[in-house]
Structures are given as C-alpha cells and as structure tokens.
C-alpha cells in the first residue's frame, strides 16, 4: 500500500512566523499534491510538483510556497503566518504525469491552528 | 473547465437503509471519475474510480456507482447503511487528456446514520 505520510497532525503556530508542513511518500511517485480543506468548499489545490525542483500553482497559491529537493518529500511553507490559514492541510501523491486514470493517495493531514 | 456538483452537503439515512449520494460533472469529454471517502481525523481513501470500462464500478464496502453520460452523472449507492459508513464522501473528475493530472474535488456530502 502507498503510505504517504505528513510530519504533524496538529500544530499551532502564531501569526508572521514561519511555518512548515512536510509531506513524504514511499511509492516513487512523480507527482505531489497540498491542499486546504475547509468546511463546506471541498478540496482546494494550493500547489503542486511533478518532478524534483518542479512546482506549478493550484488554484490558491497566495501566502503559500513549496519545495521538493527529493522525489518522495514535498513540503509546504507558509511565508508569514496568518489566521486565515488556520485550516486541515493534505498532502497526496499520485503516478506521474499524463496518467490522469490513477487516483491520488492522501496523508491523514495537518490541522493547523494560526493564533 | 471541468467541475463536479454534489447534491447535498448533509445525507442522513437509517441503518440498513440504501444510501445514495448524488454526483453530477461538467466536461466536454466523459472523464475519469473517483468517489473518495474521509473519516474523522483522517485523510481520504478512494472508494472506486470510473476510467472508461464497464459503466458500473464496484468498490470497497460494497459500495458502487454507475456512470451515465447521459446524465453526466455519478452517482454513489450502497444498499444496505452501516454504522462505520458515517464518514464525507468526495467525488472527483479528472480530465482524460490532460497531462496535469490533477483532480477536481466537489464540495462534499457528509453521511450519518441513524440507529
């Protein structure tokens, strides 16, 4: 089975500080994924990478950034904390690239608390 | 653009009752389709995935969804509700000919169970 696995389940940071979220995977897989999940809006896609030092924004990529030195870790940075990203973050990994037929394999998530 | 629709952001069912969570899609081609499911405190599991075979896909826990083009639908059924399926429910499309391989998630039906 594919274990993707994030660093915290719960952390609480405060605002203007910095703050980083790690994701790893031990499948190979090309592709890495961090969303925000909110009540009631889903899954929103922050970032995304599909290869080593590549990075491509999703759809809300303000006040977020990323890095992927190694295939099986993607992190995200959160450049100066705010409370409006207090929300559950949730990294996924999925196939490589064109291999749209593959689903994506999900940590168990983030809950970060920005006070 | 591709998007997905779920109807009913609250489903409540008694035990033993069928359940039928609705999913309906937006694309100019029929795409790939996954029904993911996310307990408290956890990431999400996929339930199934449509990738162009057989139109009525079984997953796991005796849950199924049949795609309809027609209806641009796909909808998620199991027949008999259980306790232990008390969880959100997500359905997804990816785009088939695309080569970002990226999944669009709809906003997501929570299910309870009644006793």
């Known amino acids: 089975d594919v274990k993707v696995t994030q660093s915290s389940r719960y952390l609480v940071k405060r605002t203007g500080e910095k703050v980083f979220l790690e994701c790893v995977q031990d499948?190979?897989?090309?592709?890495m994924f961090w969303y925000r999940q909110d009540p009631g809006l889903g899954l929103r896609l922050i970032y995304f990478?599909?290869?080593?030092?590549m990075k491509e924004k999703g759809d809300i990529p303000e006040g977020y950034s990323v890095s992927r030195e190694k295939k099986e870790r993607f992190s995200l940075i959160l450049e100066s904390a705010s409370t409006n990203q207090t929300s559950m973050y949730l990294c996924?990994?999925?196939w490589g690239r064109g291999f749209s037929n593959q689903p994506q394999h999900f940590g168990d998530g983030t809950r970060l608390s920005i006070l | 653009a591709q998007s997905v629709t779920q109807l009913g952001s609250h489903v409540s069912v008694s035990e033993g009752a069928l359940v039928l969570l609705r999913c309906n899609y937006s694309?100019?081609?029929?795409?790939?389709l996954f029904w993911y499911v996310q307990y408290p405190n956890q990431g999400l599991q996929l339930l199934l995935k449509?990738?162009?075979?057989?139109?009525l896909v079984k997953g796991i826990n005796d849950f199924e969804a049949e795609f309809k083009k027609s209806e641009t639908s796909f909808h998620l059924t199991k027949p008999s509700a259980h306790m232990s399926d008390a969880a959100e429910y997500f359905c997804a499309v990816s785009d088939k000919y695309s080569s970002a391989s990226k999944i669009i998630f709809g906003s997501g039906t929570r299910l309870s169970i009644r006793p």
């Open positions: 996924a990994s999925s």
């Open positions: 694309s100019s081609v029929p795409p790939y």
């Open positions: 449509y990738t162009s075979a057989a139109t």
């Open positions: 990478s599909y290869d080593v030092k």
């Open positions: 499948m190979d897989h090309e592709n």
